[in-house]
């Protein structure tokens, strides 16, 4: 990559583990396109290293981190700022570095409603039952909330993370239209249940991809109709446990978390550089490194 020089910016990806991220092809692809003198590298960093991983972004003056499983909650204490979207949702994925002064954001909300949009669904006067509420299901559930979803039950297991559920459907309750609502996972009776209820059903928990490939929270094809709209929001493997067992079921409309991922990434990609990101190109230089594979 000719383009790497002394003045080159340096922007990350913190998450453990992340060697599988398909985030530096899409960035560095948009960076080369558009004579953008940056490069974006993935580092394996987890919960025990966030912190160095933290002043490594000051430190080394980065323009800012992409920022993934486990520390999307975790990362917060260590920042200066955050935007209300990340204060909403209590979660972050982006940090923008702007000279020293470090700002949390979340736009894997945004992600995800826009790539179910392009697919061709809304989740305008839907109900969406959401699974995981880490730092990918509380940002879906926010934004779907946002964008008119009308019922939002969201389910976890019981867990550090049943709190963030119960807050996120008190804050959905009190700040729009939506009906929110939660529930364990351990009662697998009010599970079934909603995934009949529902209209889209979303898997936020990355199981699924190591270290839990080739899992998944259903394993019945007979509790999946077939007209629920199904988006795991894992994308490596790109056919998950999930996927497979609900094309079993005759579901059609099944979907990864690829297409969120370029999407939340075009949304980090116009906070560090303020342009636009040249989606349809990054999407087929993500194509081609697929079949490298």
Do not use: C
């Not at 190591?210 to 094809?221: M, S």
């Amino acid at each position: 990559m000719t383009r790497i020089d002394g003045h080159t910016i340096l922007i990350g990806l913190m998450a453990y583990p992340i060697r599988h991220s398909m985030s530096p092809t899409m960035h560095n692809t948009a960076f080369e396109a558009l004579n953008l003198n940056y490069a974006y590298l993935a580092f394996d960093i987890d919960g025990h290293q966030l912190a160095d991983g933290v002043k490594a972004i000051r430190t080394l003056d980065m323009r800012g981190s992409n920022v993934s499983m486990p520390n999307k909650q975790a990362i917060i204490p260590h920042l200066d700022k955050l935007d209300i979207s990340a204060k909403m949702t209590g979660a972050v994925n982006t940090v923008v570095n702007d000279d020293g002064v470090l700002t949390g954001y979340t736009t894997d909300g945004v992600g995800f409603v826009n790539d179910l949009k392009k697919k061709g669904h809304d989740v305008a006067g839907k109900k969406m039952l959401i699974v995981g509420a880490g730092g990918a299901g509380i940002p879906i559930a926010a934004q779907s909330a946002i964008e008119g979803a009308s019922d939002i039950r969201i389910a976890n297991r019981k867990d550090g993370h049943l709190k963030k559920a119960e807050e996120i459907a008190d804050s959905i309750n009190e700040n729009s239209g939506a009906v929110a609502s939660t529930f364990t996972l351990e009662d697998g009776e009010a599970f079934k249940a909603a995934l009949a209820w529902a209209d889209i059903y979303v898997d936020a928990t990355g199981v699924g991809m190591k270290p839990l490939e080739g899992k998944a929270l259903v394993n019945d094809p007979s509790w999946l109709k077939e007209d629920l709209v199904i988006y795991d929001t894992v994308y490596a493997p790109r056919t998950t446990k999930l996927m497979e067992v609900a094309k079993k079921a005759g579901v059609k409309n099944v979907y990864n978390g690829l297409g969120m991922m370029v999407e939340q990434g075009a949304a980090a990609f116009k906070l560090w550089t303020g342009q636009e990101m040249p989606i349809d190109l990054v999407e087929q230089a993500m194509a081609e490194k697929d079949k490298e594979k």
